[in-house]
């Protein structure tokens, strides 16, 4: 397919020049195909007639360590990425400096659909621990599923999944009191890990309190002195950063009464 061997050298001079720790390296033992992700990704819904072309999109693997920046707000946006292991958030920093996290993001999720608007990142990026992403050029993708009509619904999917996400957030910020906010948190966390193979009732938090509190639209102390009533009334356990669910029912009736 000519079309594709003339976009995949102009990915490769995407990251030319980036640190080391972020450069992009060749991954042609990583296939969709293999991928114990693929069932997450945008490969997951392709007949397997079609899963060779469509293992094309993806042309580049990136390690982001810890604290360092996938992409910045104001970039240009060429490429989706893939999570295939690792944790990030999404934030923005106002004229002042200070950051409101919009977003918490985990292995078998995408980064960086808030560019398809404007042609550059409305967020920034950054890695909570040293995580790994396949990265898929936009123009590759728009490409194939003109021929894949599998590929471009499952993209319609994710984009669906985005703008849900965004109401949600509306909804929590907007409508939900300090307590709700928090519950909802730690469920919409649970289901999550559990619908990627982890355990539901018991996990690390990544992010900090504080990202938390910027996340819900809450201070530090409300966000550690709702964990600490949480566990008095036996719906968590906390231990430093992991959290256990004790009481998932009782979350989902705190969110439901704000009780």
């Keep these: 397919m000519p079309a594709i061997a003339q976009i995949r050298p102009q990915v490769r001079t995407l990251f030319v020049g980036q640190p080391e720790s972020i450069a992009c390296a060749s991954t042609p033992e990583v296939t969709c195909a293999k991928c114990h992700l693929r069932e997450h990704c945008l490969s997951g819904d392709v007949p397997a007639e079609d899963l060779a072309r469509v293992e094309n999109i993806v042309d580049v693997r990136r390690r982001v360590k ?20 690792g ?24 980064l960086g659909m808030d560019g398809l608007g404007r042609g550059r990142f409305e967020s920034s990026a950054i890695a909570l621990e040293d995580s790994d992403v396949c990265a898929m050029p936009y123009s590759l993708i728009e490409e194939l599923g003109r021929d894949v009509p599998s590929l471009q619904r499952r993209l319609h999917s994710v984009l669906a999944r985005e703008i849900t996400r965004g109401h949600g957030i509306m909804l929590l910020l907007g409508s939900m009191c300090a307590e709700e906010r928090l519950a909802a948190f730690l469920g919409d966390l649970s289901r999550r890990f559990l619908h990627r193979g982890f355990s539901g009732s018991s996990f690390v938090l990544r992010m900090t309190r504080v990202e938390i509190g ?46």
């Design 66 to 85: 810890r604290g360092e920046p996938l992409f910045t707000a104001g970039d240009e946006f060429r490429c989706v990425y893939a999570i295939r292991s």
């Design 214 to 259: 910027s996340y819900l639209g809450l201070t530090l102390e409300t966000v550690s002195r709702l964990l600490s009533a949480f566990q008095k009334r036996g719906l968590i356990k906390v231990q430093q950063k992991e959290i256990s669910i004790v009481d998932i029912r009782g979350l989902e009736r705190v969110l439901a009464r704000g009780d």
């Design 87 to 110: 944790f990030f958030k999404t934030s923005l920093v106002d004229s002042e400096g200070r950051e409101q996290v919009t977003g918490f993001f985990m292995r078998g999720e995408f």
